[in-house]
C-alpha cells in the first residue's frame, strides 16, 4: 500500500512581506497570490521492521534510522522529522515504521513557498494515512506551527495556506496568529491571459529566505520608517491587484508589480543585488511592464508581466543571463491526498 500526496506550489503576486511578524500582529497584513501546477509530493509506504527511512528523491538525501517517538532536530532531514515528531506527540501517540519518499518540483529557496508546501504535503499524506481530522485551515495552521514553532524557521504565513486551500486567494493577517482566506473568483480568459503573459523565470541561484526575513523583522522592531511604510503600500498593493484580476483590469498589472517591487526592495538591503537589478532591467527594456522576484528575494524565481506579444521578446533578452523558463499554468486545487496499491 502507498499513501501519497501532493500541494500546490504558490506565486505571490502582491503584498509579499506583510504576513510576518511582527508587522502583521500590530498593522494587519494582507496577500494576493496564486497556486500553479508545480506540486510537492510525499509518498508514504507502512513497513513494519522497526524502521524509519527518509527519502528526499530530488535532493538525492536518504536515510534509514530506528523507529522512534521523537527525532533530534539536527539539520538533517529536519522539515520530515519536525512533521512525525508534531504528529506522534499530538494525534498517533505511538512510533510509526514507514518509507517516506518526497519530491519537490522547484529547488529550496526557490521562491515559491517549497518548503512550507512540502510540509503540508507531508501532513496531508499523515492525514490520509492515519484518517486525522484535519480541514484547510486546521492543516495549514499545523504545517506553519510545525515550521515556525517547532522548527524555529524564520518567514510568514501565506505559504501554508496557499499550499492548502489552492486557487487565487486574498489573505488577511492579524494579531493572535489570525488568518482568513478569501478565495477569488477569477473570470476564465482573464485567467487565460494572466497564464500568457506572466513569465516565470529562474534566476539559476537560490537564497536564504531566512536572513532577509529576519532583516525585515528587525526593521519592523526598531520601526524603521522607511521599510514600514514600503510595507504599509506593499499591503495597499495587494488591495489594489485584487480589484484589478476581479474587473479585468489587467493593464494595471505590470504597473502594480513594479511599484511593489520598488516598495519591497525598501524592506530590506538582502532583497534585491546587482545580478538581480540587472534582470529586471533587461526584462523592462525588452517589454516587461513590471516584475518581482518571488517570495522573500535575493534569488529563486523572478516574475514579469509581458503584456501584448512582449513575452517573447522578453524570452529572447532574459535567454542571454544563463536563467531558465518554465511553463506553468494556475490551479485551483490545493493539497490532495489518495490510498494505491
Given amino acids: 500500500m502507498l499513501i501519497r500526496a501532493k500541494a500546490p506550489l504558490r506565486i505571490g503576486l502582491a503584498g509579499g512581506g506583510t504576513d510576518v511578524s511582527p508587522y502583521c500582529d500590530i498593522y494587519g497584513g494582507s496577500i494576493l497570490n496564486a497556486c500553479i501546477n508545480m506540486y510537492a509530493y510525499a509518498t508514504i509506504e507502512p513497513r513494519n521492521d522497526g524502521k524509519i527511512e527518509f527519502r528526499c528523491e530530488d535532493r538525492k538525501e536518504f536515510a534509514v534510522f530506528n523507529s522512534v517517538e521523537e527525532f533530534e532536530i539536527n539539520g538533517k532531514f529536519d522539515l520530515l522529522k519536525g512533521v512525525y515528531n508534531r504528529l506522534v506527540k499530538d494525534y498517533i501517540k505511538k512510533p510509526l515504521s514507514f518509507t517516506l519518499t ?23 499524506a499523515f492525514q490520509e494515512w492515519q484518517n486525522l481530522p484535519l480541514g484547510e485551515y486546521d492543516l495549514a495552521k499545523l504545517a506553519w506551527s510545525i515550521e515556525r514553532e517547532d522548527l524555529k524557521m524564520a518567514g510568514g504565513r501565506q505559504d501554508q495556506y496557499a499550499a492548502a486551500f489552492g486557487g487565487f486567494n486574498f489573505m488577511e493577517f492579524s494579531s493572535n496568529e489570525k488568518v482568513l482566506v478569501n478565495p477569488l473568483r477569477i473570470r476564465k ?153
Fill in 189 to 341: 480568459e482573464y485567467v487565460n491571459e494572466l497564464e500568457f503573459n506572466v513569465l516565470l523565470y529562474y534566476t539559476g541561484t537560490s537564497r536564504l529566505s531566512a536572513k532577509i526575513i529576519e532583516s525585515q523583522v528587525e526593521n519592523t522592531k526598531k520601526k524603521d520608517e522607511k521599510a514600514i511604510e514600503a510595507m504599509h503600500k506593499l499591503k495597499q498593493q495587494s488591495l489594489d491587484m485584487k480589484e484589478a484580476l476581479l474587473t479585468g483590469n489587467l493593464s494595471k498589472m505590470g504597473e502594480l508589480l513594479n511599484t511593489g517591487w520598488e516598495n519591497k526592495k525598501k524592506m530590506s538591503s538582502s532583497i534585491s543585488n546587482p545580478v538581480i537589478d540587472n534582470i529586471y532591467e533587461t526584462a523592462i527594456k525588452a517589454g516587461a511592464t513590471g516584475g518581482k522576484i518571488s517570495g522573500a528575494g535575493g534569488g529563486g524565481f523572478f516574475m514579469f508581466y509581458c503584456p501584448n506579444n512582449s513575452r517573447y521578446r522578453v524570452i529572447e533578452e532574459l535567454s542571454k543571463l544563463g536563467g531558465e523558463f518554465r511553463r506553468f499554468r494556475f490551479t485551483n486545487i490545493g493539497a490532495e491526498s489518495w490510498t494505491t496499491k
Fill in 102 to 124: 518526497t519530491y519537490v518540483d522547484a529547488p529550496a529557496g526557490s521562491g515559491l513557498g517549497s518548503s512550507s508546501t512540502l510540509v503540508v504535503a507531508i501532513v496531508k
